[in-house]
């Protein structure tokens, strides 16, 4: 993967220690947004990043952030565990 | 007759997120969704793509949910089905097959079709629509041999594939009745950077214009408009619209408008029968009034609440209650080096005030991706009811905080104006 963004993620309780963002997939469909805005938003290029700088990778509850990874359709939004196994996509 | 506790008719966003949601929420009841389309779930968003277009995604990539997610959510898919009766009262739906299925909960998620060229000789090959997968693959067939195209319609989808089509080498003519792209959604100002992008890309437009033949024998070889003018083509993509097949639920005493009618919990008129995505004309509540809408998120929204009301409505027994929708819906779309976006309420209205954020310039400014061009729409009472972004996608999510908690702009408009502010101080903390 190329064009990649890395968010590290330590919410206390969470198995999800990463997300990462394929922005050669991202198309700014914003369906992200539309589940957990505390979490995403639009750069200036259309493209989905982390709030607050990345601040917002702990913002919700791993079942809203699957949920909001889930939601993309192109699958551009991707997760990770502690032992960097990829919970999502499977 | 097989029965299923939640039917669904449709396989789209709407239909497949409904499925999902109430598979979640309800671990054993019988669930099967009903597709005219043969192919499991895809993302009907990426047709539009060019980098889809241009196999610079991989094909693979459209596919949402494989065979097996249906089956350890024992969902059952009915493929190539089309639905041709309701019935109501004794709750049963037959299908085009001769097969009659009963339902408890039934969702109608028919969506749309690509409104078709209202031309004599319009089944012309090489005359392709970008609605479905099918018609998606037509088109990509057509790109590769074709030297010149036309699009026709001044929409999300025309945008997308002129750059598709430029992209991939053609000469393209962009034809449309309106006086300007976009009209009357986006205002002159906005549409005017959008069709100097289309222009630097290549793309020759044709305004107030509209093809009256068509020409060629199998395939099209080109058209003839209203002024006269002959264009040679052998693609023509069309774009004008969409259209729902309703006429199949007339006689279940569904109401039915441009849509299928229903309140802001997703129900229609008739007990427990409920709809959702691009064919539901439901009550918006942000809105007040009753739209209908097709785009993907809100059809994903849609979904979910849709899926949480057909379980409340099982009775005391049920884990959620009832719940409306609410929610600012919005579109994204990407060409010719602009981001567009449009959240809300989004029409031209004498009531309707404009506040402007950033510069429709497109030619003094030399960092147009830094600045960009936002309205926001303002409406009677003060409140923020929508806006449309050039190049400001950044703002969306602020913006559409802002219309759903009803604020309202009088003592902000200068810091709403100014690029350098940073909106999200205006949020309710």
């Not at chain 1, 919410?11 to 914003?30: H, M, P, Q, T």
């Not at chain 2, 074709?146 to 001044?154: C, E, L, P, Y």
């Not at chain 2, 009301?309 to 959620?320: D, E, R, V, Y």
């Not at chain 2, 404009?354 to 429709?360: A, F, T, V």
Request: hydrophobic share 40%.
């Amino acid at each position: 993967m190329a064009n990649i963004k890395e968010y590290a993620r330590n919410k206390e309780g969470s198995n999800i220690s990463k997300i990462v963002v394929d922005r050669d997939l991202c198309i700014g469909a914003a369906s992200c947004i539309a589940v957990s805005g505390e979490t995403w938003e639009l750069d200036n290029e259309n493209k989905a990043i982390v709030t607050n700088a990345g601040a917002g990778a702990n913002a919700v509850d791993d079942a809203t952030l699957l949920m909001s990874a889930e939601s993309c359709p192109t699958k551009a939004i991707l997760l990770f565990d502690k032992a960097g196994v990829q919970v999502f996509p499977k | 007759m097989e029965e299923y506790k939640y039917l669904i008719i449709g396989g789209g966003v709407a239909g497949t997120t409904t499925a999902e949601t109430l598979r979640q929420n309800d671990k054993d009841g019988s669930i099967a969704i009903i597709s005219d389309e043969s192919h499991l779930f895809y993302s009907r968003i990426m047709l539009s793509k060019p980098n889809f277009f241009l196999e610079k995604i991989p094909f693979d990539k459209i596919w949402l949910k494989k065979k097996e997610w249906y089956e350890e959510n024992k969902i059952e898919f009915l493929g190539g089905e089309i639905a041709t009766k309701l019935d109501g009262q004794q709750k049963t739906v037959e299908l085009k097959s001769g097969k009659i299925l009963k339902y408890q909960k039934l969702l109608l998620a028919t969506g749309g079709e690509a409104r078709p060229w209202p031309l004599p000789n319009a089944d012309k090959k090489g005359i392709c629509y970008v609605r479905d997968l099918d018609e998606a693959k037509d088109l990509m067939e057509n790109v590769k041999t074709a030297k010149q195209a036309i699009a026709v319609g001044s929409g999300f989808v025309s945008f997308e594939m002129c750059e598709m089509m430029r992209l991939a080498g053609l000469e393209v003519t962009l034809i449309m009745r309106e006086p300007y792209y976009w009209y009357p959604l986006l205002d002159e100002e906005s549409s005017k950077m959008i069709e100097e992008a289309m222009i630097k890309g290549g793309v020759k437009i044709l305004r107030n214009n509209e093809v009256c033949e068509i020409i060629g024998n199998e395939n099209i070889e080109g058209v003839i408009l209203k002024d006269g003018t002959k264009i040679d083509c052998q693609l023509a993509l069309i774009g004008i619209g969409l259209v729902c097949n309703l006429d199949w639920l007339k006689e279940a005493g569904v109401e039915i408008n441009k849509g299928i009618v229903a309140n802001e919990y997703l129900e229609t008129n008739v007990t427990d029968i409920y709809t959702a995505g691009d064919v539901a004309e439901f009550k918006d509540l942000v809105l007040g009034e009753r739209i209908q809408l097709g785009n993907w998120v809100n059809a994903q929204m849609q979904g979910r609440v849709a899926a949480n009301n057909m379980i409340a409505s099982n009775g005391s027994t049920s884990l959620t209650t009832r719940k409306p929708f609410r929610f600012v819906s919005f579109y994204t779309a990407t060409g010719f080096g602009l981001n567009i976006a449009m959240s809300g309420d989004v029409r031209v209205k004498p009531e309707y005030k404009i506040i402007k954020r950033g510069s429709p310039d497109i030619h003094s400014n030399d960092h147009l991706d830094v600045v960009g061009f936002a309205r926001i729409i303002v409406d009677g009472n003060d409140e923020i009811i929508g806006a449309t972004f050039i190049n400001r996608t950044q703002d969306m999510s602020v913006i559409n905080k802002l219309i759903e908690s009803d604020f309202k702009v009088s003592g902000h408009k200068s810091e709403l104006a100014d690029i350098n502010f940073d909106l999200k101080q205006l949020l309710p903390k």
